[in-house]
């Protein structure tokens, strides 16, 4: 079966430090990857994708992925924390052949702290 | 621009009854997405739209939930004979068509529904 895993259900870093939210896969072919964040009382809303090219993609806010085609990984990164990035991360897998369900993981939450 | 949007933001039926839900996705986007995300779980997908035709309902859990899209527009979720277990809040997202599934989808706020 096609799968999505976050394994952390919440992350913590302090303000200032590197911050990494974990995403593995489990889905056949090449799908395209995506991370989006959901901030409260607000709708989820697209951070960055990787579609092929260069496995580090830069996205919105400062945000960074890595993708790793032999780990099927797909890990949210950012060098450098802010309280504001506290929020609902979420990754999410498209295939690139073959029907037309997009797989989101269960989330994860980072708290930053000040 | 305007964004997706989404009415209900909030919806209360008692089990039995039937409820719809609407969707008006940004203006030119031809690919429309519902979800259902249930507490601590991500958007589970239901249906997908190419235009007006259904392209994918694998994801609709039973024959109570219908969803159509007449015009290529706004499109409206319909649940039959509501159940408690269809409590959850049910997104709607929209996108361009391009290449496979590579465009980013733009998420409405959500409705919630609550089965009593």
């Known amino acids: 079966a096609q799968s999505v895993a976050q394994p952390e259900d919440q992350v913590n870093v302090a303000e200032g430090n590197p911050l990494t939210v974990k995403c593995t896969y489990s889905v056949s072919g090449n799908p395209y990857l995506f991370w989006y964040v959901q901030y409260p009382n607000r709708g989820l809303q697209f951070l960055l994708k990787y579609i092929t090219g260069d496995n580090l993609v830069k996205g919105s806010y400062g945000f960074e992925a890595e993708f790793n085609k032999s780990q099927t990984s797909f890990h949210l990164k950012k060098p450098s924390a802010l309280v504001s990035d506290s929020a609902l991360y979420f990754c999410a897998v498209s295939p690139n052949t073959g029907g037309f369900k997009t797989i989101f993981g269960a989330g994860t939450r980072l708290f930053v702290k000040a | 621009g305007a964004g997706v949007s989404q009415t209900p933001s909030n919806k209360v039926t008692e089990k039995g009854k039937y409820v719809e839900l609407r969707c008006d996705p940004i203006?030119?986007?031809?690919?429309l997405y519902w979800y259902r995300q249930s507490l601590g779980q991500g958007p589970e997908f239901l249906i997908y739209f190419q235009g007006t035709g259904a392209a994918d309902d694998s994801g609709l859990p039973n024959d109570r939930f219908f969803a159509v899209r007449p015009e290529g527009s706004v499109s409206t979720l319909k649940i039959q004979r509501t159940e408690r277990g269809d409590s959850a809040v049910y997104l709607c997202?929209?996108?361009?068509?391009?290449?496979?599934?590579?465009?980013?989808?733009?998420f409405g706020p959500g409705t919630r529904l609550t089965v009593l």
């Open positions: 997202a929209s996108s361009l068509k391009g290449q496979g599934f590579s465009n980013e989808q733009f």
């Open positions: 203006s030119g986007h031809t690919a």
